[in-house]
């Protein structure tokens, strides 16, 4: 069983990427950052990631559109999303969809800790 967990973080806003990559990496996670859903998808063929981390409104396919992807592709991976546009209809149907967590921006670094923490308990019981 690996014990290096891995992210996934999909967000049109470089900083975002930048802002996360350092703190995940030093709670000891394995981190990649794309900043186009394109990108993100053509990653996503080659390898499933035990978390991702999405923002919700992109160019290109948006957040709902990856978050399907990721659960057509990778069914023991979480996704959490990120959006500054938290409606409670785009939050209800994150959910329905599969998300597992939905963060409003601007999020602090303590509230995504916590969001993965929680989404690797569910994925290393899927492990198991």
């Known amino acids: 069983m690996k014990d290096v967990f891995t992210i996934c ?3 049109d806003e470089p900083i975002v990427g930048d802002r996360l ?3 995940l990496e ?3 996670y394995e981190v990649e950052v794309f900043t186009d859903s394109a990108s993100a998808i053509r990653r996503l063929d080659e ?3 035990d978390i991702f981390i999405t923002d919700l409104k992109m160019e290109g396919v948006d957040g709902m559109g990856f978050l399907e992807k990721v659960k057509e592709s990778c069914k023991n991976s979480e996704v959490i999303m990120i959006t500054g ?3 409670l ?3 209800r149907e994150s959910f329905v969809r599969g998300a597992y967590d939905v963060i409003a921006k601007p999020f602090r670094i303590d509230e995504i800790r916590a969001a993965v923490k929680k989404a690797r ?3 290393r019981k899927t492990r198991g």
Do not use: H
Request: with cysteine.
């Open 47 to 49: 390898k499933c990631f």
């Open 9 to 11: 973080v999909l967000d």
């Open 89 to 91: 209809e785009s939050v």
């Open 26 to 28: 030093e709670d000891g």
């Open 21 to 23: 990559k350092p703190e």
């Open 121 to 123: 308990s569910r994925v």
């Open 85 to 87: 546009y938290a409606t």
